[in-house]
């Protein structure tokens, strides 16, 4: 038998030590604390940045490839339909979908009022995996007919338009053209930054305006399957296209979001050792308080041979014992909590500043994993520092003590 473990399990079964029961439990409690909320930070953060992410990329997809031009409007140089490279990029394992894309600055005009947005004309065998779940009203566009639209909700409310009603759209070109549109749907990324500049169409209707020839277009918009490879696939498509042509990021298109993603990565980090050292500090002062109050029974263990190291493990089971049960209602607190926000939308946001209307949940059971392991070690390891006092504790003044 482990005698360590032995007396560890004697001590915690001990009657009348309300005190240190009471001690167990705010160790057992700071523990379990810690591990919800860096559960539910990463849960939120995650959920946070991926929101974002869709939304971002919904609109501009992951990738770009444009003919390089040192026009910097919203005018774009045509790109010929060349079989040849769209071939090739399909062809990449990587990439999910090509897609040929078109824009055209413009003017909207409603009864009562005017706007200037970038009209964005989507080829027939355009990818909507990405966009379909930020329409809120209406329907995608029919391809046959070239005169619909698809205007975001905050552009609606600035033109008090509706769905099915129409619009006349300005054309910015010489001489100046214009045409009556139809609204079929409705959207809303959150995101007032790309929400009140786009405005979706068929490509024909531009390259019609435009009186391109040979279904000409604007620039390929590329989605692939993980963003992780994002860089690896840029080299493929510089391969294939010649170098007149160039290709974007999507983190080189909009930086200033994945700007705010770093700070918020540093941020998190901050956060996370905070925690965790107040979990630490918790738990020397829960081991401290049992040792002195042990003190005679570890001048008695000392008198009768035992050894530092052997007095020291009875601690650190009762330590380890802590951290465990710690780390169980940690979980069980943090899953809980992140389950009930992500099926039931309790905690909501200010859309306008938070890009959507409610706290985002991200699983990741990874993460769970590592999360416990780091704490279990960190703390673990923490406590070896008050169990070194045992050394200092002399027998004979330890047995003065009446336990």
Same mark, same amino acid.
Not at 95 to 98: C, F, H, L, M
Not at 233 to 241: E, H, R, T
Not at 281 to 293: A, K, W, Y
Not at 376 to 379: G, I, R, T, Y
């Given at each position: 038998?482990?005698?360590?473990?032995f007396?560890?399990?004697?001590?915690?079964?001990?009657k009348n030590?309300?005190f240190?029961?009471?001690?167990?439990?705010?160790?057992?409690?700071?523990i379990?604390?810690?591990?919800?909320?860096?559960?539910l930070?990463?849960?939120?953060?995650?959920?946070?940045?991926?929101?974002i992410?869709?939304?971002?990329?919904?609109?501009t997809?992951?990738?770009?490839?444009n003919?390089i031009?040192l026009?910097r409007?919203?005018?774009?140089?045509?790109?010929l339909?060349?079989?040849?490279?769209?071939?090739k990029?399909?062809?990449i394992?990587e990439?999910?979908?090509?897609n040929?894309?078109?824009?055209k600055?413009?003017i909207?005009?409603?009864?009562?009022?005017?706007?200037?947005?970038?009209?964005?004309?989507?080829?027939?065998?355009f990818?909507?995996t990405?966009?379909?779940e930020?329409?809120?009203?209406?329907?995608?566009?029919?391809?046959?007919?070239?005169?619909?639209?698809l205007?975001?909700?905050?552009?609606?409310?600035?033109?008090?338009?509706?769905?099915?009603e129409?619009?006349?759209?300005y054309?910015?070109?010489?001489?100046?053209?214009?045409?009556?549109?139809?609204?079929?749907g409705?959207?809303?990324t959150?995101?007032?930054?790309?929400?009140?500049?786009?405005?979706?169409?068929?490509?024909?209707?531009?390259?019609?305006?435009?009186?391109?020839?040979?279904?000409?277009?604007?620039?390929?918009?590329?989605f692939?399957?993980?963003?992780e490879?994002?860089?690896q696939?840029?080299?493929?498509?510089?391969?294939?296209?010649p170098?007149?042509?160039?290709?974007?990021?999507?983190?080189?298109?909009?930086?200033?979001?994945?700007?705010?993603?770093?700070?918020?990565?540093?941020?998190?980090?901050?956060?996370?050792a905070?925690i965790?050292?107040?979990a630490?500090?918790?738990?020397?002062?829960?081991?401290?308080?049992?040792?002195?109050?042990?003190?005679p029974?570890?001048?008695?263990?000392?008198? $009768?041979?035992?050894?530092?190291?052997q007095?020291r493990?009875?601690?650190l089971?009762?330590g380890?014992?802590?951290? $465990?049960?710690?780390?169980?209602?940690?979980?069980i607190?943090?899953?809980?909590?992140?389950?009930?926000?992500?099926?039931?939308?309790?905690?909501?946001?200010d859309?306008?500043?938070?890009?959507?209307?409610?706290?985002?949940?991200?699983?990741?059971?990874?993460?769970?994993? $590592?999360?416990?392991?780091?704490v279990?070690?960190?703390?673990f390891?923490?406590?070896?520092l008050?169990?070194? $006092?045992?050394?200092?504790?002399?027998?004979?003044?330890?047995?003065k003590?009446?336990?």
């Open positions: 038998m482990n005698i360590a473990l007396l560890a399990n004697k001590i915690r079964h001990t030590q309300t240190s029961s009471l001690i167990i439990k705010v160790g057992i409690l700071s379990s604390i810690a591990v919800s909320v860096l559960i930070s990463f849960f939120v953060l995650l959920g946070f940045k991926n929101t992410k869709k939304k971002l990329f919904s609109q997809s992951h990738l770009q490839v003919k031009t026009n409007s919203f005018e774009e140089a045509t790109m339909n060349n079989l040849e490279y769209y071939t990029a399909k062809n394992n990439i999910k979908s090509v040929k894309v078109a824009l600055s413009v909207l005009k409603s009864e009562e009022e005017i706007s200037g947005v970038v009209l964005k004309g989507l080829e027939k065998n990818d909507w990405e966009f379909s930020n329409i809120i009203e209406g329907r995608k566009l029919n391809y046959d007919s070239t005169n619909e639209v205007i975001s909700s905050r552009i609606a409310k600035e033109l008090q338009l509706k769905l099915n129409d619009l006349l759209v054309f910015i070109q010489n001489p100046p053209r214009a045409r009556k549109m139809k609204i079929v409705i959207y809303n959150n995101v007032e930054e790309l929400d009140q500049v786009y405005v979706l169409t068929n490509l024909s209707a531009i390259q019609k305006i435009n009186n391109w020839e040979n279904g000409e277009f604007g620039h390929y918009e590329i692939i399957k993980n963003m490879n994002v860089e696939v840029k080299k493929q498509l510089l391969d294939i296209f170098q007149e042509f160039e290709v974007l990021k999507v983190t080189d298109i909009i930086p200033q979001f994945f700007d705010w993603f770093k700070l918020l990565d540093r941020n998190i980090v901050m956060v996370i905070l965790i050292v107040v630490a500090f918790n738990m020397i002062s829960v081991l401290l308080i049992m040792i002195m109050e042990r003190t029974m570890v001048g008695l263990l000392k008198a $009768i041979g035992s050894k530092n190291s007095i493990n009875i601690f089971a009762n380890s014992r802590i951290i $465990i049960w710690g780390l169980l209602w940690g979980n607190i943090g899953l809980g909590l992140a389950f009930i926000q992500d099926k039931y939308k309790i905690f909501k946001l859309a306008t500043n938070y890009y959507m209307e409610f706290v985002p949940i991200t699983w990741n059971w990874g993460l769970v994993f $590592i999360i416990n392991i780091a279990f070690l960190v703390v390891l923490i406590t070896f008050p169990s070194l $006092i045992i050394k200092r504790i002399s027998p004979v003044e330890a047995l003590y009446k336990d």
